[in-house]
């Protein structure tokens, strides 16, 4: 494939490339207000969903057209270009005829293929730049897939977004950043630009600058921010918006280091590292404490903290498995011994405590 940047004339190619915006368009002086204060900020495109992919029915399900009109004074009276989300063929439509300048495809449309072969043959031939964002299962391929649909209509302006993939532990992130996916979809397709969206990823407002800032050392293209005239009263995803006046200060803090070529591939495959070795600490920390609560449950009804046969089962099928995936038999079993000492550890403590 073939990528061609945005051909937006007054467009800034220098990172990062800037679009922020509220999560929704909600009023007209919402949507305005918002972005006159976007507009002194370096943002150079205005994101603002209207129609909103909800995951319960009876939430704010966006503006609808109303809203479009909307954008189309905000690129009057800013200059800013003007970003939606289009979910089916009738919102690509929409938002061509009010002159949206910029498209993007959402988490559960990239998901779904015959929902991105709707917009792509709804947009045959239109040369307009489009984002897509990764779908919300961590499928690498699906996400290509997606893009070379939407290539295959004839839209070569084609940028993707990082959102972060769905999980059922949200304890820190609202979707996991799983960093090694967008990083192989560089390798896969260096020409792509990549846009980092850490409000999705976070879903909380501190997390924006850390996950800016480690997009930027990742070397993506662009950030793409949600930031509201008011947060707090958002109608949809309030805690993870900021003022305007607060998005100024983290792009103001963001560091950006250019790399040199020659090392490049070990850095990616250095963060890798870091990536899957985080990943591997979250997962060792739950199973703590899914330990703890047999632990909790052995106490109650007087279990001996040690099953011998249940371990000599856990052992024998995991360092199988291990072997099957291509590690050796002493590395399994050094590490299961070490996990399951200290789960025995952790459960013992618990019995002789109240
Ligand atoms: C959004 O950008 O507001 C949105 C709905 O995002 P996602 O598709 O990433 O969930
Ligand atoms: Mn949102």
Redesign the pocket.
């Known amino acids: 494939m073939d990528f061609e940047r945005f051909k937006l004339p007054k467009l800034e190619q220098k990172r990062p490339i800037i679009i922020a915006g509220p ?2 368009a909600e009023t007209e002086e919402q949507v305005l207000t918002t972005a006159k204060a976007l507009a002194k900020n370096g943002v150079q495109i205005y ?1 603002a ?1 209207i129609w ?2 909800r995951t319960k029915p009876g939430g704010f399900e966006g503006v609808g057209s109303e809203g479009l009109q909307w954008l189309r004074r905000v690129k009057e009276e800013t200059g800013l270009y003007t970003a939606t ?1 289009v979910a089916t063929a009738k919102h690509a439509y929409e938002a061509l005829k009010y002159g949206v300048d910029v498209l993007w495809l ?3 449309t990239t998901a779904n293929p015959f929902a991105v072969q709707e917009i792509a043959d709804a947009l045959k031939g239109v040369d307009i730049p489009i984002l897509i ?1 990764n779908p919300v299962n961590p499928d690498l391929e699906l996400w290509i897939g997606a893009i070379e649909r939407i290539y295959n209509a004839g839209l070569h302006q084609i940028a993707a977004i990082h ?1 972060g993939f769905s999980s059922y532990d949200k304890k820190l992130y609202r979707n996991q950043p799983q960093w090694h996916i967008p990083i192989e979809l560089h390798r896969r397709l260096p020409e792509l630009p990549l846009f980092c ?1 850490p409000s ?1 990823i976070g879903g909380k407002r501190e997390l924006i600058a850390p996950l800016s800032q480690q997009a930027m050392d990742l070397q993506f293209d662009g950030l793409i921010i ?1 930031s509201h005239c008011s947060p707090d009263n958002a109608w ?2 309030k805690d993870q918006q900021v003022s305007p006046e607060v998005l100024d200060v983290i792009l103001r803090k963001l560091v950006i280091r250019e790399m040199k070529q020659s090392t490049e591939d070990l850095v990616d495959l250095r963060r890798q590292i870091d990536d899957l070795d985080n990943t591997l600490l979250e997962i060792l920390a739950k199973r703590m404490r899914v330990s703890q609560a047999i632990g909790t449950y052995k106490k109650e009804h007087g279990i001996a903290v040690l099953q011998t046969g249940r371990y000599n089962e856990i052992l024998e099928k995991r360092i199988m498995n291990g072997e099957k995936l291509g590690m050796s038999h002493e590395f399994m079993r050094t590490i299961l011994e070490a996990i399951h000492e200290e789960s025995v550890r952790v459960q013992i403590d618990l019995m002789n405590n109240d």
């Open positions: 999560c929704s994101r969903g909103k992919p989300e959402g988490a559960r964002k959102r969206d999705h949600e949809s995803d």
